[in-house]
């Protein structure tokens, strides 16, 4: 049985009697210590994903009206408040999108850290202390004692994400969700913290869902991608084989648009212009009644216009895609 297993999860938000969708019958699942990359556009519903898990959703407007999330055998979808929160932080740990916002300016690193240790055990406050000064030092932060008494503003956008990182790992959760970590990130202290994850999964065995629109990054951190478009899984691979053989035109547009490191500034070739995915995402409450993508693909046809194109397993991959094969 997989940890994690989401069964049809359509999430939708309701404004001025328009519909949202922002997911549609999404399906995905995680083994114990596996990390699977979710990636797509923005506005294509991964971060939704990702709140529809924890039971975040704001209602109103939104609310998750089909599906099942079933973690270690249970739906989540079906449990009250209360027990959400004994699942929230504890079983599953969340990193968000921008640390700055995540964490309250008003309190220091230690006394947030301490609120999340205690809410889930029954330590007490010094022993809560103690353990925050081991999580900030198994972080990779110098000094872990005295930064208990720091604000954010007083850190870099690198520490402030570690200190999520280690207030998402309080409570050994088997399963941590990573939205968009290395977001506003440099280059270096993005490297720093994908290493960071990775060590951290290898020494506490936990799963990982990490969403990213960043094609990278998903090559150094996964074992397995969903890609995702207009709220709804368009793809699934190991990466290894998404990266050598993309099925979808929207996922070889979206390879074919990633900068070639490989050519060399004196080697007399010429960069040239990068691929680009013609169009703009289509509004989520007025989709296509066929493929969502075909307004922007050049392969498509009436056949994909006509009716909703349906995931297709194909060995150990699935595409939802008639002209698989096929070349943007």
């Known amino acids: 049985m997989a940890l994690l297993e989401v069964r049809g999860l359509r999430t939708h938000f309701f404004s001025e009697g328009r519909v949202f969708k922002a997911v549609d019958g999404l399906d995905l699942s995680i083994e114990e210590g596996e990390t699977v990359a979710l990636v797509g556009?923005?506005?294509?519903?991964?971060?939704?994903?990702?709140?529809?898990?924890?039971?975040?959703?704001?209602?109103?407007?939104?609310?998750?009206?089909?599906?099942?999330?079933?973690f270690e055998g249970r739906d989540l979808t079906?449990?009250?408040?209360?027990?959400?929160?004994?699942?929230?932080?504890n079983r599953i740990g969340m990193v968000f999108q921008e640390p700055m916002t995540s964490l309250n300016p008003v309190f220091t690193i230690g006394n947030q850290i301490v609120e999340a240790i205690r809410e889930h055990n029954?330590?007490?406050?010094?022993?809560?202390?103690?353990?925050?000064?081991?999580?900030?030092?198994?972080?990779?932060?110098?000094?872990?004692?005295?930064?208990?008494?720091?604000?954010?503003?007083?850190?870099?956008?690198?520490?402030?994400?570690?200190?999520?990182?280690?207030?998402?790992?309080?409570?050994d959760p088997k399963l941590l969700i990573a939205d968009e970590p290395t977001t506003a990130l440099d280059v270096t202290t993005q490297a720093?913290?994908?290493?960071?994850?990775?060590?951290?999964?290898?020494?506490?065995?936990?799963?990982?869902?990490?969403?990213?629109?960043?094609?990278?990054?998903?090559?150094q951190t996964a074992r397995r991608v969903a890609v995702m478009y207009a709220g709804h899984k368009i793809e699934e691979a190991p990466v290894v084989d998404l990266f050598e053989r993309p099925l979808h035109p929207y996922t070889r547009g979206l390879l074919a648009a990633l900068p070639n490191p490989v050519k060399q500034p004196n080697s007399g070739?010429?960069?040239?212009?990068?691929?680009?995915i013609r169009g703009i995402?289509?509004?989520?409450?007025?989709?296509?009644?066929?493929?969502?993508?075909?307004?922007?693909?050049?392969?498509?046809?009436?056949?994909?216009?006509?009716?909703?194109?349906?995931?297709?397993r194909h060995g150990g991959r699935a595409v939802a895609c008639i002209h698989v094969g096929g070349r943007p």
């Open 269 to 276: 070739e010429k960069p040239g212009a990068l691929y680009e």
């Open 41 to 70: 556009e923005s506005g294509c519903g991964k971060s939704v994903t990702a709140i529809s898990i924890l039971g975040l959703v704001p209602n109103p407007p939104g609310r998750i009206v089909g599906g099942e999330v079933l």
């Open 281 to 312: 995402v289509p509004s989520l409450d007025d989709l296509p009644i066929g493929c969502a993508f075909a307004p922007r693909c050049d392969l498509a046809g009436d056949d994909c216009r006509a009716a909703p194109v349906i995931l297709e």
């Open 122 to 171: 029954a330590f007490s406050h010094r022993k809560a202390r103690s353990r925050a000064v081991e999580l900030l030092d198994l972080v990779g932060l110098l000094e872990p004692h005295k930064l208990l008494g720091e604000y954010p503003h007083r850190l870099s956008g690198g520490m402030r994400q570690r200190v999520m990182i280690a207030m998402a790992l309080s409570c």
């Open 192 to 219: 720093q913290i994908l290493q960071l994850l990775n060590a951290l999964q290898k020494r506490i065995g936990m799963a990982i869902l990490f969403i990213t629109h960043d094609l990278g990054v998903v090559a």
């Open 78 to 89: 079906r449990l009250d408040q209360r027990s959400m929160r004994a699942i929230r932080g």
